[in-house]
């Protein structure tokens, strides 16, 4: 079977053995999202680093408490409290990186586009460099966000990814983690529908599945 067919096919094999993605993912990979859905997608796509998407949870409980869930809403934190953001974001840990990070996002957002919306509107590569030049975003959270909050399709690579390919053996080149992210990301778009629903499907389901696995493994 020739790679092509076989990706779609684990692709399709997957979405049969475990349904259409649930939990978070729900929210993450529906077709239609609110602004308010967009935002926080962005807000958790840097939270999520490093860390599991229950300490997630906590924060954007932390954050919808607070009133400050949104763009604009912690742009505005950081400047009137830091402090009490931070404190806010401490549950999903490396807090103090986080939410220069985070307000570094909101504030190239607000002060260059006023809206996420406007952001979105550009062509999916400028989106990618522009996003790549704020502190903390590299290519894996850059694309999470472009995927799953602007619809774009771009197919993210993170090592859950990566171990999926070995596992199936859909791709006999051996590389290393730095080389491996182009190459992996041409690898899937070549040989999938060019559809921004499939790709986010695909990779939660991914996600999912290593999950499983390290779950066995342990």
């Not at 997608?41 to 599991?52: F, H, K, P």
């Not at 924060?59 to 009490?84: H, T």
Request: proline share 3%; aromatic share 12%; glycine share 4%.
């Amino acid at each position: 079977m020739k790679k092509p067919q076989r990706i779609y096919q684990v692709y399709h094999s997957l979405l049969k053995k475990y349904g259409k993605p649930r939990d978070f993912w729900q929210k993450w990979c529906k077709r239609q999202k609110t602004k308010k859905d967009r935002e926080e997608i962005v807000i958790g796509a840097i939270l999520t680093q490093r860390t599991n998407w229950r300490n997630v949870e906590l924060v954007l409980k932390n954050l919808k408490r607070e009133k400050i869930l949104s763009i604009k809403g912690v742009y505005q934190s950081y400047k009137i409290n830091r402090k009490l953001l931070e404190k806010l974001i401490r549950p999903s840990g490396f807090y103090k990186q986080k939410t220069k990070r985070l307000f570094q996002l909101c504030r190239f957002i607000v002060k260059n586009y006023e809206t996420l919306e406007n952001f979105f509107r550009q062509d999916p590569e400028k989106c990618r460099k522009e996003l790549s030049k704020i502190y903390g975003i590299g290519p894996e959270t850059a694309d999470s966000i472009l995927l799953y909050a602007g619809g774009k399709p771009v197919f993210v690579i993170d090592e859950y990814t990566r171990r999926f390919v070995k596992k199936h053996h859909l791709s006999n080149k051996v590389l290393s983690k730095a080389s491996s992210y182009d190459y992996l990301q041409q690898l899937f778009k070549k040989n999938l529908p060019r559809n921004t629903k499939i790709y986010q499907d695909f990779h939660a389901l991914i996600v999912l599945e290593g999950k499983k696995d390290n779950k066995i493994g342990q």
